[in-house]
C-alpha cells in the first residue's frame, strides 16, 4: 500500500514569529508548544517521522497537526467555536486552550465569546 505524502506547510510572513512565540515561550501551555513545534519542523520541510522522533511523539500526532495546519493555518484552530474548528469530537479543545491559542495567534477577544466558553463548563 502507498503511503500519502506529508500535506505541505507553509507558513504566511506573520506566523513564523507567532509559532516560535508558542514554541519556545515560557508560559505556553505545554500541548500548544509541542503543536507550535510540529509546524515549525513541518515548515522546515522535515518528515512526519523525522518529526515525530526528535519531538517523542507518535506519528499520528505529527500528522494530525501538521495536516491541521496545512488545511486552515492559525485561524482555523483558533476559530469562534466550542471545539476551535478541529473538526472532531474527540479532538476537542478546553475553553482555556482555545484563549491560549487565539492570544497567541493575535485574535482578537471578540472571537472567542465567553458564552461560548461557558458551554465547556
Request: include cysteine.
Amino acid at each position: 500500500m502507498p503511503v500519502a505524502p506529508a500535506c505541505p506547510v507553509v507558513p504566511t510572513a506573520t506566523e513564523p514569529k507567532r509559532l516560535k512565540k508558542m514554541a519556545y515561550g515560557h508560559k505556553t501551555e505545554h500541548r500548544l508548544r509541542v503543536r507550535a513545534q510540529i509546524v515549525l519542523h513541518a515548515a522546515r520541510g522535515r518528515s512526519n517521522a523525522r518529526i515525530a522522533h526528535e519531538t517523542g511523539l507518535h506519528l499520528d500526532t505529527v500528522r494530525a497537526w501538521r495536516g491541521r495546519f496545512a488545511h486552515g493555518g492559525l485561524p482555523a484552530a483558533s476559530a469562534s467555536s466550542r471545539r476551535c474548528a478541529v473538526g472532531r469530537s474527540s479532538g476537542a479543545w478546553s475553553a482555556r486552550s482555545c484563549v491560549a491559542w487565539a492570544s497567541v495567534s493575535g485574535l482578537r477577544d471578540t472571537e472567542v465569546t465567553s458564552s461560548e466558553l461557558s458551554r465547556d463548563r
